[in-house]
């Protein structure tokens, strides 16, 4: 602890004498305090801890544990505490055990024995899971809201791009053409999807475990489901083991965190290739890119390539948890207080990523002519070749196969399959006429791909219509 922390404490009197002296003859070691203590992160509950507080000893009155009177006290002691933290008139006491005890203390100083009421059925095992899920379901809205704004910026590149045509790709080789916003949209849907996990998630961890108490529930006549409502819980932990030990809700989220960054990961990869000499499809805005200390040059996606980076962070931060919880036995163990850091960690990481990656697409130029040169190339127009053929009664494998041939000649001539006469085409089929020129022309290939779902225009409208109204 830092030493102006230190001062402060003591001068507000609350360095804390452990709440537990009561079975032990001794201090704890200064070296397992600071080892044993959460609060240096868990301070980052501290509203939702003060929020299910309140909660907690309005049901306390409400089921005549304690007094209308003494509730009163308590909730006007833990309000002033509240607004001094957030004013900045509080710190926070790092040298107390966790974000549960130092309210605990600090309220106690305040109001007196009546504080020590508070922890009348309830452990600090239904707290911080209480605490946890508030927390999330918070910050979870957050992230679907930030989710959204990407949404958004992906539509306006579409828009902006409709009749953008560039190659699609197979194994990073050119394959088909398609239209560029058709492409950017297929990223749409995976964040769509990613939003409906959060939703999800969230909609699962929305039960309060407040009042599962240290593991086993308790003997006063507590009221759950009135917690649990002024909470904003839709109900209630059915089995109090399961309450205090369930961290399934950190590992959902971090998984659907997860899979936010591989989706973020790949489209920062493309981004990169994009915006490359060798593609050069788009150019990043200068106030998301950075230069070279030497090479006066260079323009680099640095916010793209950073997002990739993180990608492995968020991974990491799911597989602690998972370990975490891997053959713990119920209930609660100490190695729970180990949920925070990395749920802190790939929420923050998913949150910042988010918010840069959406102004970095939003404001990126798509370069229409460097697609269509790069389009121009690669055969790409190959398939609707064999398809001509196909239409005139030839089955489609012996079709693909005289173009492969037609493709051969192409290369070995070094020309492209819109260059070849009408003479050297029908030396492969005699069915080939001059219309074929029309039917694999760049702009046919893509209007011709009507199918649903695929590249063709009216897909595409129908695709920015569904996320636009996702986003409402
Ligand atoms: N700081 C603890 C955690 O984050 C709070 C619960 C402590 N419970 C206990 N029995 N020691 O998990």
């Known amino acids: ?210 009042g599962s108490c240290a593991l086993a529930g308790t003997s006063y006549d507590t009221d759950r489901t009135y917690t649990a409502k002024l909470l904003g819980f839709d109900s209630y932990c059915l089995n109090s083991i399961d309450g205090v030990s369930d961290r399934d809700f950190c590992v959902e989220l971090m998984s659907a965190f997860a899979l936010v960054m591989t989706h973020l990961s790949r489209f920062a990869e493309e981004i990169i290739l994009w915006s490359s000499w060798e593609f050069g499809f788009v150019e990043l805005d200068d106030a998301y890119t950075t230069g070279s200390s030497i090479m006066p040059q260079k323009k680099n996606s640095d916010m793209a390539e950073l997002v990739r980076g993180k990608t492995g962070r968020v991974y990491g931060d799911l597989m602690a948890m998972l370990t975490v919880l891997k053959g713990l036995p119920l209930a609660y163990n100490k190695d729970m207080q180990e949920d925070k850091e990395c749920m802190f960690d790939s929420l923050r990481t998913v949150k910042n990523c988010l918010a840069v990656f959406a102004p970095m697409v939003a404001t990126m ?41 037609i493709v051969a000649y192409c290369i070995s001539q070094d020309k492209v399959l819109d260059e070849l006469t009408i003479d050297e085409y029908k030396k492969f089929d005699k069915l080939f006429e001059e219309d074929l020129y029309g039917e694999i022309s760049l702009s046919a290939c893509v209007q011709k791909r009507t199918s649903a779902g695929g590249t063709g225009a009216r897909s595409v409208e129908q695709q920015i219509k569904f996320v636009e109204e996702f986003i409402k």
Not at 136 to 148: C, N, P, T, Y
Not at 379 to 394: M, P
């Open 1 to 210: 602890m830092c030493a102006k922390r230190l001062i402060n404490a003591v001068l507000r009197g609350v360095i804390m004498e452990k709440m537990w002296t009561g079975r032990f003859s001794k201090q704890l070691d200064k070296l397992a305090d600071d080892f044993n203590s959460s609060i240096s992160f868990d301070c980052a509950l501290y509203k939702q801890d003060i929020q299910g507080s309140i909660a907690h000893a309005k049901m306390l009155a409400g089921c005549g544990i304690i007094s209308e009177e003494e509730s009163k006290v308590i909730i006007d002691g833990l309000k002033g505490i509240l607004s001094d933290l957030e004013s900045g008139k509080l710190a926070f006491d790092f040298s107390a055990e966790d974000i549960h005890m130092f309210v605990e203390a600090e309220l106690t100083a305040r109001v007196g024995d009546v504080g020590k009421k508070l922890h009348t059925a309830r452990s600090r095992n239904d707290q911080i899971a209480t605490d946890m899920r508030l927390y999330l379901r918070d910050e979870s809205g957050e992230v679907v809201a930030l989710i959204k704004q990407l949404l958004g910026a992906i539509v306006e590149q579409a828009k902006k791009t409709k009749t953008y045509i560039v190659p699609g790709y197979t194994h990073l080789q050119r394959a088909q053409p398609i239209l560029f916003a058709h492409h950017l949209l297929a990223y749409a849907m995976m964040f769509v999807r990613d939003a409906g996990r959060i939703s999800d998630a969230v909609r699962r961890m929305n039960v309060s475990p407040l």
């Open 365 to 405: 130029t798509a370069k229409k002519d460097n697609m269509y040169r790069a389009a121009q190339k690669g055969f790409i127009n190959a398939t609707d070749l064999a398809d001509y053929l196909a239409k005139k009664g030839v089955p489609f494998r012996s079709a693909y196969k005289t173009v492969g041939q």
